[in-house]
C-alpha cells in the first residue's frame, strides 16, 4: 500500500514558495474543467469561455483590472493582517461603510468642485473602512474577543444598514421607491484614466498601495514587528513591540484599503448607492491574499487571476447558461489547492510504501 | 395564553435546533483540537443535498442522510489538507465556508422555489395533544429529538467513556497523546468528520424542517454563530444548550417583533441576532481565565509527527 | 562492533537485545550500529550527551520510531515493536524525559491514557493506591495536572509504568527536573524494583547519579557505542571524557571583588501575578546585583524563572515602577526597548519563538534585540546593510556555525543558535545581562564557550542575573546564588558557601524566605 509521508525540509524552500501558487493554479484550471464536464458542458470550450474569451474582447483587459482594483486594496491590507495572525474577514462590511462615507458626502455635496470633494470623499471613504474596523479592534484588545468572528458578524449588519440606508434616508426621492441613492454628481466621480474604458483612479491607487504594503511589510519597523507578531508573538514581546498596538494597525490599514476600495467602486463602475455594492470582494480578497503569498507585491497578479474568475463568471452566465455560482467554485478550489500546495515549502512529500524504507521521490521534492 | 407559549416555545426550538446540531459538531472537533471554521459551508452543503435527495427520492430519511453525508464529506477536505497536509486551519476553513456557497448555489439553482412537505412529526395519541407539553414534548421532528440525544450523546461520551478522554487528551496536548502511542490524525479525523455530520445535519434541518425549501445562502450566517456558541459554552455541553436556545429565541424574537408593526427599521431587527453574537463573545472572552481554563490548548496547532 | 562485555554469561537470554540498529534523519546519522543488551534486575545506564542519540534509540526501544536497519530480540525472539501499545503490551515501560502528560486532566485520567487494555482501567483507583503505598510514590487522583509541582508529574508516570507490571522500565534523563532530595527517593524506589527483577535502562548525563544507582554503563557519542563499563569503578573525569570525546575544561575562574561593588540592579518586594495559562505568581522577590557580580538564580523550572526574567526585561508588567531600580533609576514602569536603551539585555530560555523567530534569517533576529541599541533603525525604516553587518559580527565574533547572516535560526543546531542569541546581547555592551538557562539542551562546547562569556561581560563591569537550572553551572560561574520556589527568593548566600544539600532543600521550597530576611 502506497502513502504520502512527509519530511521537514528544515528550511523554507524558496523555489516552492513562488511555484506553490502557479502549480494551483494550473491545477484548479484542470478542476474547474472536470467541473464543467460534470455539469454536462464540454470543458474545453467551457474554460475558453471562462478564462480566455474575456480578455479578447478589446474591453476585456482594461475591465480585469477594474474588478482586480478593489481586490488589491482590500488584499494587501488582508495580507498585512494576516501575516500578524490577525484576521479581519469582515472587509465586505468595511468596504461598504467606505463606500457609505464616500458616497454619503457625494450625496450631500453634489455640486462642490471635484477638486475638493473627491479628495474629501477618498478620506470619508478610508474613515468609514477604519471605523467598522475599529471596532474588532477594540473588542480584541479590550476584552480579547475573537476578530474572526466580530469582523464577521459586523458584516451581516453593515449589510442590514445599507439596505436601511438606500431604501430609506438616502434613497434617491426621484428614483420612483427603487432602493436605490441618486447617481453620483460628476465631481464626485471617479476619474478615468484610460480614455474609453472603465479604468478609473482607484486602478492607480491599488498599485500605489500594493507598493506601499510592500515597503511597510518588507522595510519598516512597523512592518517587521507585524511579521514578528504572526510567527512568534513571545519573540514579539522580548522585541517590544505592542501587541496591541499592532493589532489596531492591522486593523486600521485594512479597514482603511477596504473602505477606500469601497469608495472607489461607488464612485467609479458603479455610480450611486445600491443594497447590493460587491459581488463579495471582501471574501473574494482572503484567496487574494494567500495567493499572493501574504506579500502585497504578490497581491496584484494574484487579484488578476481572481478577477478574471469574475468576469468567465459572468461570461459563463450569458454564454453557457451556467449560475454565476461557478465564481465562488472556482475561488474556493483555488484556495484548496494553493493550502495543499503550500506543503512543498516546508515539506519534502514522499511515496513509501507502508512499512518499507522511502522508495520513491516526487518530482521537485529533492 | 396556553398557546401563545406553545407557539413561542415551538418557535424557539424550530430556530435553535439548527444552531445546535452544528455547534454539538464543533465543539467535539473543537475539543481534538480542530478549529474548523468552515461550519457555514458544511451547512449550506447539508442543506441542498438533503434538499437535492428529498425531491429526488421523496424519502425525508434519505435526505438527512444525506446532508449529514455531505457535511462529513466536506469535513473529510478540511481534514485532509489541515491534517494531511498541514494546512492553515483558519484558511481552509475559510476556503470551505467559499467552496461551499459556490457548490450549493451551483447545486441549488434548479431547486429554487421547489417545494417539499416538511419532516413528518411525531405523533403519539393521547400525549401530543396534551396542553403544552404535548406539542413540545411530544410532536417534534426526528431531527429535534436527533440534536437533544447527540448533544447528550456528545456530554455523556467527552466526560464518561475512555474514548472521549483519548479525544481530550489530543486536544490537550498532541505531543504527549504521540508519545503515548495515540494516533492523533486519526482521532482529529474522526472528530472533524463528526463536526461535519453535524454540520450537514443542521443545513438539513434548514431545508427540510424550518423553511422547507432551498435559497441561495440560506444559513445567512447560522454557522459562524454556531462557531461563537462553542466559544460561548466556553466547550461545556450543558451551556452550549443554553448558548443555542438563547440565541435561537433571539433570532424568533427577530421574526416576531418584525410582525407587530412597531416602528423600529426592521434591517435593525434583523441584525439583532448577529449583533447579540458580537455581545455574547465579548461578554464571554473578557474572562481570560475561563477561556485559558477550558480551550483545547492544542486549537488550532497543526501537528506533525517528527520524532 | 564491540558488545558491552558481560561479566558473566547470563544463563537465559537477554531480557531486551538491540543489534545493530540504525536510524538516519535528514541531514545527520542518530543511531549508528548500536548494539545493547538489558537483563533483569539490573540497574543499567546509558550515558552520553545532547545529540549523541540516546533518545533516538530510546524511542526505537518504546515504538515510537522505527529503525532503518538492525534487529530488536525480546526475550531472545527478534521482534519488531511497531508502536508504543505494543510495547506496553511487551512489558516495557517508559517514563519521559519531557513528562507526556495532559495538563487540563486529573491524575486518574492522565493514568488512565497510558493503559490500553480496559481490563487494567477497572478498580484503577484502588490499584493506584496499592501501587503508590508499596513504592512510596504518595498521589491524589482527583488533582488537576497544572497543579502539581514536577516531582509528583513525574510520580504520576513511574506509577502508569508500574501499574502495567513492567519487565523493562526505561527512564530517560528522569532527574533533571527532581531536587536532590527527589532524586534519593526516586532511587530507592528503582533498586526496590530492581530486586524485584524489572529491568531498569537509566538515561542520563549525570555522572554522579550513575556511579551510584548502576552496574553497568553504556556510553554513546555521536549515535555511536564507543565504551560499555562499570561506572562504580571509573572515575567522573575518565566517564565525562569518553562521553565528550576530548578533554574537558571548565569557564576560567575570576577573581571574585574583595569588597562588595555598589548596587547595580535593585529589586525590591516585585509581586507580579503570572498570565500564562499554568505559571508562578512572584511573591515579594528583593535581590540586588551589584557591578562586575554574577548573582545566580536557581530552582527546578516552573518555580517563577520565566516570569521573573519577563519582569526584569519589561515583558510583563512589574506593578510598581520601583520595585525594579536600576543604576538609581526606577524602571517598574517601563517597557522592553526603554529597559534596553538604558543598558539592559536578556537571554530568554526559549531559543526558538522567543529569543528568535525561527522562520527568520539571523540578520532578522540580530535586528529583533539590537535595533535600540545599535540604532539598525532610521525614520521607521529598517536599515538593512547595519543589521547584516551586525550579524556577520555576532557570527564571526562568537563562533557561530551552520549558518551566515541570510540562514533562518531554525536551521542551527541548539548551541550554535544560543551562542548566537547570547553574542546577540553581549554585543549591545550591556551593563546589565539578565540570562534564562543559558546551556539548557546545549553541548558540552558551547555552553563553556557561552558560560566563559558571561564571566568576561561580568569581569568587565557588568550586573549579571544568571538563572540556570544547572547547579554546577551556577556554584562555578556565580557570585552568590539564590533559590526560586513557588515565586519566592531565598536569602543570596555566597555561591562558595553553600552546599548541594542546602540548595535541595530550598529548591523543595523548604528554609528561610526572602520575606523574613527583607525584615
Not at chain 3, 513528562?99 to 477497572?122: C, H, M, Q, W, Y
Not at chain 3, 530517560?172 to 524494583?193: A, G, I, K, M, N
Not at chain 3, 550586573?463 to 520556589?485: H, K, N, P, Y
Not at chain 3, 527568593?489 to 529548591?507: C, F, N, Q, V, W
Request: with cysteine; aromatic share 6%.
Amino acid at each position: 500500500m502506497l502513502r504520502l509521508r512527509l519530511e521537514p525540509r528544515g528550511a523554507r524552500s524558496a523555489m516552492w514558495a513562488a511555484a506553490s501558487p502557479l502549480l494551483a493554479v494550473a491545477l484548479t484550471v484542470v478542476g474547474a474543467g472536470a467541473i464543467f464536464a460534470l455539469l454536462g458542458r464540454a470543458p474545453g470550450e467551457a474554460l475558453y469561455t471562462f478564462l480566455i474569451a474575456p480578455l479578447l474582447s478589446p474591453t476585456g483587459v482594461p475591465e480585469l483590472f477594474v474588478k482586480a482594483a478593489p481586490l488589491i486594496l482590500i488584499g494587501v491590507g488582508l495580507a498585512l493582517g494576516f501575516r500578524a495572525n490577525v484576521w479581519n474577514i469582515g472587509a465586505e462590511g468595511q468596504f461598504s461603510l467606505g463606500a457609505v462615507f464616500g458616497g454619503g458626502l457625494a450625496l450631500a455635496y453634489p455640486d462642490a468642485p471635484a477638486i475638493i470633494l473627491f479628495p474629501a470623499m477618498m478620506v470619508a471613504g478610508v474613515l468609514g473602512g477604519m471605523a467598522l474596523a475599529a471596532i474588532p479592534a477594540y473588542l480584541r484588545t479590550r476584552f480579547n474577543a475573537n476578530e474572526i468572528l466580530t469582523s464577521l458578524m459586523l458584516s451581516y449588519v453593515m449589510q442590514f444598514a445599507l439596505i436601511y440606508l438606500v431604501t430609506g434616508p438616502l434613497r434617491d426621492p426621484q428614483g420612483y421607491g427603487f432602493p436605490q441613492s441618486a447617481l453620483f454628481s460628476d465631481s464626485a466621480t471617479a476619474p478615468i484614466l484610460i480614455e474609453d474604458t472603465r479604468v478609473h483612479l482607484g486602478v492607480l491607487f491599488a498599485l500605489l498601495a500594493a507598493v506601499g504594503g510592500w515597503i511597510v511589510l518588507e522595510r519598516s519597523v512597523s512592518g517587521f514587528a507585524l511579521r514578528v507578531l504572526g510567527q512568534a508573538p513571545r519573540a514579539a514581546r522580548f522585541a517590544g513591540f505592542q501587541e496591541k498596538r499592532l493589532v489596531w494597525l492591522a486593523l486600521l490599514v485594512s479597514g482603511g484599503l477596504s473602505g477606500l476600495a469601497g469608495l472607489f467602486e461607488v464612485a467609479g463602475p458603479i455610480g450611486q448607492l445600491l443594497p447590493k455594492l460587491s459581488p463579495g470582494y471582501g471574501f473574494t480578497a482572503i484567496i487574494v491574499a494567500f495567493l499572493g503569498r501574504l506579500h502585497p507585491l504578490g497581491v496584484v497578479p494574484a487579484a488578476l487571476v481572481l478577477g478574471l474568475s469574475y468576469l468567465g463568471g459572468d461570461a459563463a452566465q450569458i454564454d453557457l447558461g451556467l449560475p454565476s455560482a461557478v465564481t465562488g467554485i472556482f475561488q474556493g478550489v483555488l484556495l484548496f489547492f494553493l493550502l495543499a500546495c503550500d506543503v512543498l515549502i516546508l515539506y519534502r512529500v514522499r511515496i513509501v510504501r507502508r512499512g518499507a524504507a522511502p522508495s520513491l521521490k516526487i518530482p521537485g521534492a529533492a | 395564553m396556553t398557546l401563545a407559549l406553545t407557539n413561542f416555545i415551538l418557535s424557539v426550538i424550530a430556530t435553535s435546533t439548527p444552531l445546535l446540531l452544528a455547534a454539538t459538531g464543533e465543539l467535539v472537533t473543537e475539543k481534538s483540537g480542530v478549529l474548523n471554521l468552515g461550519v457555514e459551508g458544511m451547512m449550506l452543503i447539508g442543506a441542498i443535498a438533503g434538499f437535492a435527495t428529498m425531491t429526488a427520492t421523496g424519502s425525508a430519511v434519505l435526505g438527512v442522510i444525506a446532508g449529514a453525508g455531505a457535511g462529513a464529506a466536506l469535513a473529510l477536505v478540511f481534514a485532509a489538507l489541515t491534517l494531511g497536509l498541514l494546512a492553515n486551519q483558519v484558511a481552509t476553513g475559510l476556503a470551505l465556508t467559499i467552496f461551499g456557497a459556490g457548490l450549493s448555489a451551483l447545486a441549488g439553482a434548479s431547486f429554487v422555489g421547489v417545494a417539499v412537505p416538511p419532516l413528518p412529526a411525531l405523533d403519539i395519541p393521547g400525549l401530543t395533544t396534551l396542553p403544552l407539553i404535548g406539542p413540545v414534548l411530544f410532536g417534534q421532528n426526528a431531527l429535534v429529538y436527533l440534536s437533544y440525544a447527540a448533544l447528550g450523546g456528545v456530554a455523556w461520551f467527552l466526560y464518561r467513556s475512555h474514548a472521549g478522554l483519548v479525544l481530550r487528551a489530543v486536544g490537550d496536548s498532541h505531543d504527549a497523546a504521540h508519545a503515548l502511542g495515540y494516533s492523533v490524525s486519526g482521532i482529529r479525523l474522526l472528530a472533524a468528520l463528526f463536526g461535519g455530520a453535524m454540520a450537514g445535519l443542521g443545513g438539513a434541518y434548514l431545508s427540510l424542517a424550518y423553511s422547507p425549501s432551498w435559497a441561495e445562502n440560506m444559513t445567512a450566517g447560522r454557522g459562524w454563530i454556531a462557531l461563537a456558541l462553542v466559544v460561548f459554552a466556553s466547550w461545556r455541553p450543558f451551556w452550549l444548550w443554553v448558548g443555542a436556545y438563547l440565541f435561537g429565541a433571539i433570532m424568533y424574537l427577530s421574526f416576531y417583533i418584525q410582525g407587530l408593526g412597531i416602528d423600529i427599521p426592521s434591517q435593525a431587527i434583523s441584525a439583532l441576532p448577529y449583533l447579540a453574537t458580537v455581545v455574547a463573545l465579548v461578554l464571554i472572552s473578557r474572562d481570560r481565565t475561563r477561556i485559558r481554563l477550558n480551550a483545547p490548548a492544542c486549537l488550532g496547532q497543526p501537528f506533525h509527527a517528527t520524532a | 562492533m564491540s558488545g558491552p562485555e558481560e561479566p558473566a554469561p547470563l544463563p537465559e537470554p537477554p531480557l531486551l537485545e538491540l543489534r545493530g540498529i540504525v536510524k538516519r534523519f535528514p541531514g545527520s546519522l542518530a543511531n549508528d550500529r548500536i548494539d545493547l543488551k538489558l537483563a533483569s534486575g539490573r540497574i543499567q545506564a546509558l550515558l552520553g550527551e545532547n545529540g549523541a542519540g540516546k533518545s533516538t534509540l530510546v524511542k526505537i526501544m518504546y515504538g515510537v520510531l522505527r529503525p532503518d536497519a538492525g534487529e530488536i530480540r525480546w526475550r531472545g525472539k527478534p521482534t519488531m515493536i511497531a508502536n508504543p501499545a505494543h510495547a506496553r503490551r511487551l512489558g516495557i515501560g517508559m517514563v519521559f524525559q519531557h513528562f507526556s502528560l495532559f495538563d487540563a486532566l486529573t491524575v486518574a485520567e492522565n493514568i488512565a491514557l497510558g493503559l490500553d487494555d480496559p481490563e487494567d482501567r477497572k478498580g484503577l483507583l484502588s490499584r493506584m493506591a496499592e501501587i503508590s503505598a508499596r513504592y512510596g510514590l504518595p498521589l491524589d487522583a482527583r488533582r488537576v495536572v497544572h497543579d502539581l509541582s514536577v516531582g509528583e508529574r513525574q510520580r504520576i508516570e513511574i506509577v502508569r509504568c508500574l501499574l502495567q507490571k513492567p519487565r523493562l522500565l526505561i527512564m530517560d534523563e528522569p532527574t533533571s527536573v527532581l531536587t536532590p532530595q527527589e532524586v534519593e527517593r526516586l532511587f530507592s524506589t528503582l533498586r526496590q524494583l530492581a530486586a524485584e527483577g524489572c529491568g531498569i535502562l537509566y538515561i542520563s548525563h549525570k555522572l554522579e547519579e550513575i556511579g551510584a544507582l548502576c552496574e553497568e554503563a553504556t556510553i554513546l557519542r555521536q549515535g555511536r557505542v564507543v565504551a560499555a563499563c562499570d561506572p562504580r569503578r571509573e572515575t567522573h573525569h575518565r566517564l565525562a571524557e569518553l562521553m565528550v570525546g576530548a578533554e574537558i575544561k571548565r569557564p576560567a575562574r575570576r577573581k571574585r571583588a574583595a569588597s562588595p561593588a555598589p548596587p547595580r540592579l535593585v529589586v525590591d518586594r516585585l509581586s507580579v501575578r503570572s498570565d500564562r495559562q499554568f505559571g508562578t505568581d512572584l511573591k515579594e522577590i528583593s535581590l540586588t546585583v551589584g557591578a562586575g557580580e554574577i548573582f545566580g538564580i536557581g530552582g527546578i523550572a516552573g518555580n517563577g524563572q520565566t516570569e521573573l526574567m519577563e519582569a526584569l526585561s519589561g515583558e510583563i508588567a512589574a506593578g510598581r515602577p520601583d520595585a525594579i531600580r536600576y543604576d538609581g533609576k526606577a524602571i517598574g514602569g517601563l517597557d522592553v526597548p526603554a529597559r534596553r536603551a538604558l543598558g539592559a539585555c536578556f537571554v530568554p530560555e526559549e531559543r526558538l519563538g522567543h529569543g528568535t523567530v525561527e522562520a527568520m534569517t539571523l540578520a532578522e533576529n540580530g535586528f529583533l534585540s539590537a535595533y535600540v541599541r545599535r540604532s539598525l533603525a532610521k525614520l521607521g525604516l529598517i536599515d538593512r546593510r547595519r543589521a547584516d553587518r551586525f550579524a556577520v559580527d555576532v557570527i564571526g565574533r562568537f563562533d557561530v556555525r551552520g549558518g551566515g547572516p541570510g540562514s533562518e535560526a531554525r536551521t542551527l543546531s541548539g548551541g550554535n543558535l544560543q551562542k548566537f542569541i547570547v553574542g546577540r546581547e553581549i554585543l549591545q555592551q550591556p551593563t546589565l545581562l539578565v540570562v534564562n538557562q543559558p546551556t539548557w539542551g546545549v553541548d558540552v562546547g558551547a555552553a563553556i564557550a557561552i558560560q566563559q562569556a558571561i564571566v568576561d561581560l561580568a569581569d568587565s563591569g557588568a550586573a549579571v542575573v544568571l538563572i540556570s537550572q544547572d547547579l554546577d553551572e551556577l556554584l562555578g560561574v556565580c557570585d552568590r546564588l539564590a533559590i526560586i520556589a513557588g515565586g519566592r527568593l531565598s536569602p543570596p548566600r555566597a555561591a562558595a558557601d553553600m552546599t548541594m544539600g542546602e540548595i535541595g532543600l530550598l529548591m523543595g521550597g523548604v528554609g528561610p524566605r526572602s520575606a523574613d530576611a527583607a525584615a
